[in-house]
């Protein structure tokens, strides 16, 4: 079984920074995709970042609302993706989810998906 757990959130006046964590855990063999997702009050999930395998090293992507602001990163030998916030604004608060796919030590796919942690942003 593989489980994901996100952390780093808080509460941060704007023009702030944070950096999330999401560390995965479990019968692991590699992980393929990581994105982070986030949902305001209110407002569906959206997808924030993503971050996927390629032969020549991970590929990157960004929502327009946080681009240039926000880096998508991991670290293949911790199991652990991060999401650097700068330039935090208002409207990027909301709960910030994790979702990474693979594949476990059976060589079968998974999804799955993180608890979630809230970042909420003053003005």
């Known amino acids: 079984q593989v489980q994901l757990v996100e952390s780093g959130g808080g509460l941060v006046q704007a023009g702030g920074s944070l950096r999330l964590s999401c560390v995965a855990s479990g019968s692991i063999f590699s992980i393929s995709g990581v994105n982070w997702y986030r949902q305001a009050p209110g407002r569906q999930r959206e997808l924030v970042a993503g971050l996927t395998d390629a032969r020549d090293g991970d590929i990157t992507s960004y929502a327009d609302s946080v681009k240039v602001r926000f880096t998508i990163s991991r670290d293949n030998a911790k199991n652990t993706a991060y999401l650097q916030m700068y330039g935090l604004k208002p409207e990027d608060t909301g709960v910030y989810y994790c979702?990474?796919?693979?594949?476990?030590?059976?060589?079968?796919?998974?999804?799955?998906w993180g608890q979630g942690t809230q970042v909420t942003v003053s003005s």
């Open positions: 979702n990474a796919d693979g594949r476990n030590t059976r060589w079968m796919t998974f999804s799955i």
